[in-house]
């Protein structure tokens, strides 16, 4: 399993970004899948997950601001992110697990600032 993300960027506070994570192989048997996140000198932390049978948790943070998706057509995990706060500059990690595997992408940098 190989996961490539994208979508990262620069926005002003107050935009909005749309992470994607293609997910070589199909998705459907992956289990959970998640958006994690790590900013510079802070640990990596989730911020929304997603199970196989599409139950959804955030983080308090991102709470009614972000929204995660799968789409198993496209073997696509989507992170709908609206609100932006500076506070989000991270970079972005998607993960899915399969089995007692864990797999992560690449990470995509979102840079939220004026």
């Known amino acids: 399993v190989q996961l490539q993300a994208s979508g990262g960027g620069l926005v002003q506070p107050g935009g909005s970004l749309r992470l994607s994570c293609i997910v070589s192989g199909s998705i459907f048997s992956i289990n959970d899948m998640g958006w994690y996140r790590q900013a510079p000198g802070k640990q990596r932390e989730l911020v929304a997950g997603i199970t196989s049978g599409g139950s959804t948790n955030y983080a308090d943070a991102v709470k009614g601001r972000f929204t995660i998706a799968r789409d198993n057509a496209k073997s696509t995990l989507y992170l709908q992110m609206n609100s932006l706060k500076p506070e989000d500059t991270a970079v972005y990690y998607c993960?899915?697990?399969?089995?007692?595997?864990?797999?992560w992408g690449q990470g995509t940098l979102v840079t939220v600032s004026s």
């Open positions: 993960n899915a697990i399969l089995g007692a595997s864990s797999y």
